[in-house]
Protein backbone atom coordinates (compact mmCIF):
# COMPACT_ATOMS: atom_id res chain seq x y z
CA UNK A 1 0.00 0.00 0.00
CA UNK A 2 1.44 3.37 -0.91
CA UNK A 3 2.33 5.56 2.12
CA UNK A 4 0.26 8.67 2.51
CA UNK A 5 2.56 11.82 2.46
CA UNK A 6 2.64 14.22 5.73
CA UNK A 7 3.94 17.91 5.83
CA UNK A 8 4.85 19.15 8.55
CA UNK A 9 5.56 22.58 9.61
CA UNK A 10 6.88 23.71 12.56
CA UNK A 11 10.50 26.28 12.85
CA UNK A 12 11.23 23.97 16.45
CA UNK A 13 13.49 21.12 14.79
CA UNK A 14 13.27 18.95 17.46
CA UNK A 15 8.82 19.68 17.48
CA UNK A 16 9.69 18.26 13.80
CA UNK A 17 11.66 15.15 15.04
CA UNK A 18 9.50 14.33 17.41
CA UNK A 19 6.33 14.31 15.08
CA UNK A 20 8.54 12.57 12.20
CA UNK A 21 9.19 10.00 14.37
CA UNK A 22 6.34 9.00 15.29
CA UNK A 23 4.51 9.56 12.11
CA UNK A 24 6.89 6.97 10.46
CA UNK A 25 6.91 4.47 13.08
CA UNK A 26 2.97 4.77 11.64
CA UNK A 27 3.49 4.03 8.06
CA UNK A 28 3.52 7.67 6.73
CA UNK A 29 6.01 9.52 4.41
CA UNK A 30 6.85 12.80 6.18
CA UNK A 31 8.42 15.83 4.49
CA UNK A 32 9.20 18.57 6.77
CA UNK A 33 9.53 22.36 6.22
CA UNK A 34 11.06 24.94 8.72
CA UNK A 35 9.29 28.00 7.68
CA UNK A 36 5.64 28.48 6.20
CA UNK A 37 7.34 29.61 2.82
CA UNK A 38 8.89 26.50 1.80
CA UNK A 39 6.16 24.80 3.50
CA UNK A 40 3.92 26.02 0.36
CA UNK A 41 6.55 25.67 -2.34
CA UNK A 42 6.58 21.78 -1.33
CA UNK A 43 2.63 21.70 -0.84
CA UNK A 44 2.16 23.13 -4.67
CA UNK A 45 4.94 21.79 -5.96
CA UNK A 46 4.33 17.62 -4.51
CA UNK A 47 0.23 18.01 -5.12
CA UNK A 48 0.06 15.11 -3.52
CA UNK A 49 0.13 15.84 0.39
CA UNK A 50 -2.38 13.69 2.17
CA UNK A 51 -2.37 15.84 5.11
CA UNK A 52 -0.48 19.07 6.88
CA UNK A 53 0.04 19.62 10.21
CA UNK A 54 0.69 22.80 10.57
CA UNK A 55 2.53 25.17 13.63
CA UNK A 56 0.97 28.37 13.90
CA UNK A 57 3.41 30.44 15.53
CA UNK A 58 6.41 31.22 13.02
CA UNK A 59 8.69 34.05 11.85
CA UNK A 60 8.26 35.85 8.66
CA UNK A 61 4.99 33.72 7.47
CA UNK A 62 2.50 32.23 10.01
CA UNK A 63 0.77 28.93 10.03
CA UNK A 64 -2.69 31.28 9.67
CA UNK A 65 -1.70 32.84 6.54
CA UNK A 66 0.02 29.00 5.08
CA UNK A 67 -3.87 27.96 5.48
CA UNK A 68 -5.15 30.79 3.70
CA UNK A 69 -2.77 30.23 1.30
CA UNK A 70 -3.43 26.45 0.69
CA UNK A 71 -7.07 27.17 1.26
CA UNK A 72 -7.34 29.02 -1.90
CA UNK A 73 -6.73 25.91 -3.65
CA UNK A 74 -7.29 23.23 -1.81
CA UNK A 75 -9.26 21.47 1.03
CA UNK A 76 -6.32 19.02 1.88
CA UNK A 77 -6.86 18.60 5.40
CA UNK A 78 -5.17 20.88 8.04
CA UNK A 79 -4.36 20.08 11.86
CA UNK A 80 -3.11 23.36 13.23
CA UNK A 81 -0.52 23.05 16.36
CA UNK A 82 -0.32 26.20 18.46
CA UNK A 83 1.57 26.65 22.28
CA UNK A 84 -1.59 28.56 23.37
CA UNK A 85 -5.57 27.63 23.78
CA UNK A 86 -7.33 30.75 23.14
CA UNK A 87 -11.21 30.04 21.84
CA UNK A 88 -10.55 33.15 19.40
CA UNK A 89 -7.94 31.08 17.69
CA UNK A 90 -9.62 28.03 17.70
CA UNK A 91 -12.94 29.61 15.95
CA UNK A 92 -10.49 31.87 13.29
CA UNK A 93 -8.84 28.32 12.73
CA UNK A 94 -12.18 26.60 12.34
CA UNK A 95 -13.58 29.19 10.10
CA UNK A 96 -10.39 29.01 7.81
CA UNK A 97 -11.35 25.41 7.24
CA UNK A 98 -8.93 24.02 9.70
CA UNK A 99 -9.84 19.66 10.63
CA UNK A 100 -8.39 19.81 14.05
CA UNK A 101 -6.92 21.62 16.30
CA UNK A 102 -3.79 20.51 19.11
CA UNK A 103 -2.40 22.50 21.86
CA UNK A 104 1.56 21.97 22.97
CA UNK A 105 2.24 20.52 24.32
CA UNK A 106 0.48 17.25 23.21
CA UNK A 107 1.14 13.07 23.27
CA UNK A 108 2.50 11.92 19.69
CA UNK A 109 0.76 9.25 19.99
CA UNK A 110 -2.50 11.31 20.33
CA UNK A 111 -1.37 13.10 17.59
CA UNK A 112 -0.83 9.95 15.51
CA UNK A 113 -4.36 8.88 16.33
CA UNK A 114 -5.87 12.55 15.22
CA UNK A 115 -4.20 12.20 12.18
CA UNK A 116 -5.59 8.43 11.64
CA UNK A 117 -8.94 10.08 12.60
CA UNK A 118 -9.14 13.23 10.49
CA UNK A 119 -7.75 11.44 6.88
CA UNK A 120 -10.50 8.54 7.78
CA UNK A 121 -13.35 11.30 8.22
CA UNK A 122 -12.03 13.54 5.44
CA UNK A 123 -11.79 10.28 2.83
CA UNK A 124 -14.43 10.99 0.98
CA UNK A 125 -13.91 15.03 0.48
CA UNK A 126 -12.34 14.47 -2.95
CA UNK A 127 -15.13 12.76 -4.76
CA UNK A 128 -17.15 14.69 -7.09
CA UNK A 129 -20.39 14.46 -5.27
CA UNK A 130 -23.63 16.52 -6.17
CA UNK A 131 -25.81 17.33 -4.03
CA UNK A 132 -29.25 18.88 -4.92
CA UNK A 133 -32.57 20.63 -3.39
CA UNK A 134 -35.03 22.77 -4.21
CA UNK A 135 -32.92 24.88 -6.88
CA UNK A 136 -29.29 24.06 -4.57
CA UNK A 137 -26.55 22.25 -5.99
CA UNK A 138 -23.75 21.96 -3.86
CA UNK A 139 -21.00 20.55 -6.22
CA UNK A 140 -18.17 19.07 -3.54
CA UNK A 141 -15.62 18.37 -5.92
CA UNK A 142 -15.21 21.92 -7.37
CA UNK A 143 -16.23 23.51 -3.98
CA UNK A 144 -19.37 25.41 -5.58
CA UNK A 145 -23.00 26.52 -4.39
CA UNK A 146 -25.64 27.52 -7.29
CA UNK A 147 -29.06 28.70 -6.65
CA UNK A 148 -31.03 28.60 -9.37
CA UNK A 149 -27.70 28.54 -11.35
CA UNK A 150 -26.36 31.63 -9.56
CA UNK A 151 -23.45 31.08 -8.03
CA UNK A 152 -23.26 32.23 -3.91
CA UNK A 153 -20.05 32.84 -2.48
CA UNK A 154 -19.67 31.10 0.68
CA UNK A 155 -16.93 30.97 3.34
CA UNK A 156 -14.83 27.54 4.07
CA UNK A 157 -16.84 26.73 7.11
CA UNK A 158 -20.46 27.73 5.25
CA UNK A 159 -20.14 25.38 2.85
CA UNK A 160 -19.10 22.46 4.84
CA UNK A 161 -21.79 23.71 7.42
CA UNK A 162 -24.39 23.19 3.70
CA UNK A 163 -23.39 20.46 2.70
CA UNK A 164 -23.87 18.91 5.75
CA UNK A 165 -27.20 19.93 6.15
CA UNK A 166 -28.23 18.97 3.17
CA UNK A 167 -26.38 15.52 3.56
CA UNK A 168 -29.03 15.41 6.14
CA UNK A 169 -32.05 16.17 4.81
CA UNK A 170 -35.22 15.87 7.12
CA UNK A 171 -33.33 15.27 9.62
CA UNK A 172 -33.00 16.69 13.05
CA UNK A 173 -29.42 17.96 14.08
CA UNK A 174 -28.65 19.26 17.60
CA UNK A 175 -25.74 21.78 17.53
CA UNK A 176 -23.50 19.52 19.72
CA UNK A 177 -23.88 16.78 16.52
CA UNK A 178 -23.35 19.65 14.29
CA UNK A 179 -20.21 20.79 16.37
CA UNK A 180 -18.96 17.26 16.28
CA UNK A 181 -19.59 16.62 12.49
CA UNK A 182 -18.34 20.36 10.78
CA UNK A 183 -16.17 21.93 13.00
CA UNK A 184 -13.99 18.39 14.57
CA UNK A 185 -15.22 15.18 16.41
CA UNK A 186 -14.10 16.86 19.65
CA UNK A 187 -14.35 20.42 19.64
CA UNK A 188 -16.86 21.52 22.96
CA UNK A 189 -17.38 25.56 21.48
CA UNK A 190 -19.88 27.42 22.43
CA UNK A 191 -23.02 26.92 20.42
CA UNK A 192 -23.43 30.35 19.42
CA UNK A 193 -20.37 29.63 16.95
CA UNK A 194 -23.37 27.59 14.54
CA UNK A 195 -26.12 30.21 15.55
CA UNK A 196 -23.93 32.82 13.56
CA UNK A 197 -22.54 30.72 11.17
CA UNK A 198 -26.41 29.69 10.02
CA UNK A 199 -27.84 33.28 10.13
CA UNK A 200 -24.76 34.09 7.68
CA UNK A 201 -25.40 30.89 5.53
CA UNK A 202 -29.07 32.11 5.28
CA UNK A 203 -28.27 35.94 4.41
CA UNK A 204 -26.66 34.72 1.65
CA UNK A 205 -28.82 32.01 0.16
CA UNK A 206 -31.45 34.91 0.26
CA UNK A 207 -35.16 33.33 -0.01
CA UNK A 208 -33.87 30.13 -0.15
CA UNK A 209 -32.72 30.63 3.40
CA UNK A 210 -35.72 29.42 5.24
CA UNK A 211 -35.17 26.06 3.62
CA UNK A 212 -32.76 25.64 6.63
CA UNK A 213 -35.34 25.43 9.44
CA UNK A 214 -34.59 26.13 13.33
CA UNK A 215 -35.75 23.64 16.08
CA UNK A 216 -35.64 25.86 19.07
CA UNK A 217 -34.26 24.00 22.15
CA UNK A 218 -32.51 21.96 19.86
CA UNK A 219 -30.91 22.64 16.81
CA UNK A 220 -31.45 22.62 13.23
CA UNK A 221 -33.08 20.75 9.64
CA UNK A 222 -32.92 21.21 6.68
CA UNK A 223 -36.04 20.90 4.94
CA UNK A 224 -36.93 20.86 0.81
CA UNK A 225 -39.08 19.12 -1.40
Known amino acids: MEQLKVLVVDDESRMRKLVR ?5 SGYLVIEAGEGRKALDIFFGQKDIALVILDVMMPEMDGWQVCREIRAYSRVPIIMLTAKSDERDELLGFELGVDEYITKPFSPRVLVARTEAVLRRTAQVGRNDTLQSGGIVLDK ?3 EVTIDGRVIDLSYKE ?3 LAYFMENKGVALSREKI ?3 VWN ?3 FGDARTIDTHVKKLRSK ?4 GD ?8 GYKFGGE
Open 179 to 181: LNN
Open 185 to 187: YDY
Open 205 to 208: MGEK
Open 211 to 218: IIQTIWGM
Open 159 to 161: FEL
Open 141 to 143: GAH
Open 21 to 25: DFLTR
